[in-house]
Nanobody
Framework: QVQLVESGGGLVQAGGSLRLSCAAS????????MGWFRQAPGKEREIVAA????????YYGDSVKGRFSISKDNAKNMVYLQMNSLKPDDTAVYYC???????????????????WGQGTQVTVSS
């Protein structure tokens, strides 16, 4: 069992930055690939970024490449999403997700993740 708690959301002006954090419970966090997803009103949930269990492999959605950065600290049971050059289109609820892996691959499909956080709201004003 893994419990995930996101934090760091808020209101920011376009062009600004935010850093989201996801705190995970459990002693086997280093066996989990992680992902950040977002869902805006009236839209489907979409992958923002993913990271392998070691933290060595990463994936980014096309809309955030070059602006967002995902990182994983297995010693602290934490995953982070650094968001720079934010745009109004980035406004959404952001979710952290965990997928148990027996290899260092990436998981990017929402249906493959085993555990989800409750989400944190990010609002970018123009």
């Amino acid at each position: 069992q893994v419990q995930l708690v996101e934090s760091g959301g808020g209101l920011v002006q376009a062009g600004g930055s935010l850093r989201l954090s996801c705190a995970a419970s459990g002693r086997t966090f280093n066996n989990y690939a992680m992902g950040w997803f977002r869902q805006a009103p009236g839209k489907e949930r979409e992958i923002v970024a993913a990271i392998s269990r070691s933290g060595l492999r990463t994936y980014y959605g096309d809309s955030v490449k070059g602006r967002f950065s995902i990182s994983k600290d297995n010693a602290k049971n934490m995953v982070y999403l650094q968001m720079n050059s934010l745009k109004p289109d980035d406004t959404a609820v952001y979710y952290c997700a965990a997928d148990y892996k027996n290899n260092d691959g990436l998981t990017i499909l929402a249906a493959m993740f085993d555990y989800w956080g409750q989400g944190t709201q990010v609002t970018v004003s123009s």
